[in-house]
């Protein structure tokens, strides 16, 4: 995984998609500072990074060239409910470029990948849910949030410097009926800073096609998220199958979503891992790599 508080020359080339030799030419005029490794390397702290691209509105502002792939809403709606969450303000705003910098802007300062998903993304999402359950928010509200989020993740995914392949792979999916498929790009992000390489089918998944591309791709792991499943009862015999197969192919299965820790539900849903969050699904991850790598 790399160190996210110093980065390395390389690192912070991929992140503004720019060469190693332009991060060393601003370094050398004195725009960029860097410290250096007993050899002699260079490493940038994270927050020098941050305020580097602050400054010069690199990468997560709006491009003046590029605008096409960098357009981000900037405008804003009036917010009657603010909180605690700078990101729920951002999200209940409607501010796209808000949101990118906040959930972008934590990750340089070396927050870690699983603290911005369990805490600062989960806790907005569910004080967004809360709001709409009460009437206080739209339903426009709670879906431009959630297409913010979304947006802002896949674009913290392109600013990660990724680690080099480990050649393993992962299917990730939610579960059939359901639509709530944020924590499946959520895993998949924390899968590839992992080194593993992914297909995510996203929403409203039947199991009967899962196991159709698990003999397809023979994945070295199952991620299967759920929250509201319409027809529980056909779910969990269709999982009985779909368990039985991936237990002869040796795949392992985590399971994570509301659906899962539900004591009505627990014993039918035999897996490797239920998660409670993404912090307890990356060390079960980087746990599998290890036994893989020592077998
Ligand atoms: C966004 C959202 C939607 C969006 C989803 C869009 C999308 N592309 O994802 C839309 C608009 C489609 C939607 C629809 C509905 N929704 Co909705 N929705 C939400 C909301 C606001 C956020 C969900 C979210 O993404 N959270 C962020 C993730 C990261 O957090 P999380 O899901 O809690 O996951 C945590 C763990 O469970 C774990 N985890 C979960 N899955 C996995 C998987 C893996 C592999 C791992 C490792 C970990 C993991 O990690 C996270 C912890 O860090 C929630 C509010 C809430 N409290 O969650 C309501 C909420 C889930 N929805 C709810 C409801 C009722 C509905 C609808 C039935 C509304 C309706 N009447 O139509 C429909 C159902 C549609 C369907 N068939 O699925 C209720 C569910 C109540 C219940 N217990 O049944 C909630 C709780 C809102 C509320 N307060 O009432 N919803």
Redesign the pocket.
Same mark, same amino acid.
């Given at each position: 995984m790399p160190n996210v508080s110093h980065l390395t020359t390389k690192e912070v080339a991929r992140l503004f998609h720019v060469s190693d030799a332009t991060v060393k030419r601003w370094e050398d005029a004195g725009m960029l500072t860097s410290e250096r490794t007993g050899g002699g390397h260079r490493r940038f702290r994270a927050e020098e990074v941050a305020r580097f691209q602050r400054s010069q509105g690199i990468g997560l502002n709006k491009c003046k060239n590029d605008d096409a792939v960098l357009r981000t809403v900037v405008r804003q709606r009036e917010n009657k409910t603010s909180s605690d969450s700078p990101l729920f303000n951002a999200l209940v705003e409607g501010c796209e470029e808000k949101a990118n910098n906040l959930i972008i802007g934590e990750y340089l300062k070396g927050t870690s990948l699983t603290e911005l998903?369990?805490q600062t $993304? +989960?806790a907005a999402?569910?004080e $967004?849910? !809360?709001l709409? &359950?009460s009437g206080e928010i739209t339903i426009t509200q709670? #879906?431009l949030a959630?297409r913010i989020v &979304?947006n802002s993740i896949h674009k913290l995914r392109n600013t990660i410097a990724l680690p080099e392949p480990n050649g393993k792979l992962a299917l990730?999916c939610t579960a059939e009926? !359901? =639509? #709530?498929? =944020?924590? +499946?790009h959520?895993?998949q992000i924390i899968l590839e800073n992992l080194g593993w390489e992914v297909v995510n089918f996203g929403?409203n998944t039947p199991l009967y096609c899962l196991s159709d591309e698990v003999v397809q791709y023979k994945p070295d792991l199952i991620?299967?998220?759920a929250?509201?499943i319409?027809d529980a009862e056909r779910f969990s015999r269709e999982y009985k199958a779909f368990r039985d197969q991936t237990q002869k192919m040796k795949v392992p299965v985590?399971l994570?979503?509301?659906i899962f820790r539900d004591a009505r539900f627990s014993d039918r849903f035999e897996a490797e891992l239920i998660?409670?969050?993404?912090a307890d699904?990356e060390n079960f991850v980087m746990g599998l790599s290890e036994k893989n790598k020592n077998s």
């Open positions: 998903f369990d $993304i +989960s999402m569910r $967004i849910g !809360d709409w &359950y709670e #879906h959630t &979304y990730c009926g !359901d =639509l #709530h498929e =944020l924590p +499946s959520l895993a929403a991620c299967i998220t929250k509201t319409p985590v994570g979503g509301q998660a409670e969050g993404f699904f």
